[in-house]
């Protein structure tokens, strides 16, 4: 493994280990205070702390496979793996959204057909305070990293920490309600589990979109393709870039294409062309950018 991998392996490694013990001391606080305090909301906000407490640990595991140099079965690299994990988070987090909003809706059914709802107590109410300041914090730290790295699973587990503050925000409000407004508001608290569910659904729609277009080799932005014929076109004597295949493979992105130049020239000097074109683009793009380029005689 290169410096470059290994320096970007241990960077991964440390935010996702900072996030997994703050996931895993607000799923004690939020389960504790949740039961004490009698509030659906807060039991639903700690299955959600569960669940990024559980992806960290698959992150954890997907970021030593994906940074794996190439083998001989893997020609590539094991950057693919790091996809499947952002998979694996964002299915995590539909499952937990919709048994939120089932929880909470029979609590609502519940109540209209005259069931009585335990009002939640304060200490729900602030340990939901504390869960939006921790998962802010964690959101920030991450999303930075992510971009450092340039990694979708760290963007994925960064996100999966904001839909987390999210969730605490909807509860702390549904928890503050109830207590404010009495005993008959208490269906506040269901209420804001279901808002809490909906953001946490759509957040992991976003995120299998994303990592779908991965696994099945979807192409860079437009606005990343312009950006590397603008490059090439910059070198005398090439011409007409065409054939250009470009996908993501985790991190690294891959870049294939043909360009023509004048058939007169010597194979040593298109070759050096072509090696200058592929340095230049993996300076744009990163080192462990795939890049090949196909020279074809100008007739």
Known sequence: MSTENKQRERTMLKATLYGSVANLILLLIKSISGVIGHSTAM???????LSDFVT???????IRIGNKPQDEDHHYGHGKYESFATFVIGFVLIVVGVGIFYNGAVKIVGSFKGESLTPPGQIAFWAAILS?????????????VAKKVDSNSMKANAWHHRSDSFSSIGTALGIGGAILLGPKWAILDPIAAIVVSIFIVKASIQLLL??????????LSVETENDIIEIVLSF?????PHNLKTRRIGNVKAIEMHI???GNLTLTATHATATAIETRLRQRFGNQTHVVVHVEPIK
Not at 43 to 49: K, N
Not at 56 to 62: A, E, G, N, S, Y
Not at 132 to 144: D, M, N
Not at 236 to 240: A, W
């Open 56 to 62: 960290d640990l698959i992150v954890l595991i997907f």
């Open 210 to 219: 994303g990592c779908v277009g991965e696994l099945t080799d979807k192409s």
């Open 236 to 240: 005398s004597g090439v011409l007409e």
């Open 43 to 49: 039991i639903a906000d700690a299955v959600h702390s």
């Open 260 to 262: 023509r130049m004048d």
């Open 132 to 144: 939006i300041v921790v998962k802010e914090i964690l959101f920030r730290y991450t999303i930075a």
